[in-house]
């Protein structure tokens, strides 16, 4: 399984001939550095909440227009696809077969942030070896405990870098693939990298800086 980086949460796994998308958002589009025909081919897109750093409709929409994708999300992103015109599988909770994947679907609590409200959000498992928290830094996952990869926020405005790397302490992964840092500097991105995995490799626990667009981690 291929794991590739498209800046901030932006992430494409790769199985079997099966590509399946995650959160294909703002943050990955703004500057032009990734585009919509970087994605022609990807058979199925997976949608975790409704932050423009996670979805945004036209973006969307512009990755449909270059391959066939089936989507895949919860209820309250999916009132915005059916409002567009766009179907969509909901996927909120449990265990689903997406192609060669298996995805274990958990809803989570989205950090709080400043005068904004909670949106719904869901997690994911994927072939029981990557945990997908998206935004949350709880003990709602820490059944995971153990887990493989953890794709772990890296800079985020609900979190602190201890904070961050207290919930990375509790889950113990095996491996650390970094995301949600796609408004960082790329100078700044080098600096956190450094101080992560310096911390987490007194642990035994892999820590893999991923600096270019679409670089790649193989499970």
Not at 36 to 41: P, Q, V
Not at 59 to 88: C, M, P, R
Request: aromatic residues 10%; contains cysteine; hydrophobic residues 40%.
């Amino acid at each position: 399984m291929k794991i590739s980086k498209y800046l901030h949460s932006c992430l494409l796994f790769e199985f079997d001939g099966h590509k399946l998308l995650f959160d294909p958002g703002q943050f990955s589009f703004t500057e032009e550095r990734v585009t919509a025909d970087m994605f022609k081919g990807v058979n199925s897109i997976v949608i975790t909440h409704i932050h423009p750093d996670h979805f945004d409709l036209e973006i969307t929409q512009s990755i449909l227009a270059v391959t066939d994708a089936q989507l895949y999300t919860n209820s309250q992103v999916g009132e915005q696809l059916t409002k567009a015109g766009l179907t969509f599988i909901l996927i909120e909770e449990g265990e689903i077969n997406i192609g060669p994947f298996i995805l274990n679907a958990v809803p989570v609590t989205h950090e709080a942030l400043l005068d904004n409200p909670t949106p719904q959000m869901t997690a994911f498992v994927i072939n029981n070896k990557v945990l997908y928290p998206v935004d949350t830094l709880s003990d709602e996952l820490i059944g995971y405990k153990g887990i493989e990869l953890l794709l772990m926020i890296t800079t985020a405005p609900f979190a602190t870098e201890r904070g961050i790397a207290a919930f990375a302490d509790k889950m113990q992964p095996k491996q650390i693939l970094p995301v949600h840092d796609g408004y960082a500097r790329d100078f700044f991105i080098q600096q956190r990298y450094a101080n992560y995995k310096k911390h987490f490799e007194k642990q035994g626990i892999k820590f893999h800086e991923v600096y270019e667009v679409g670089a790649s981690v193989n499970l």
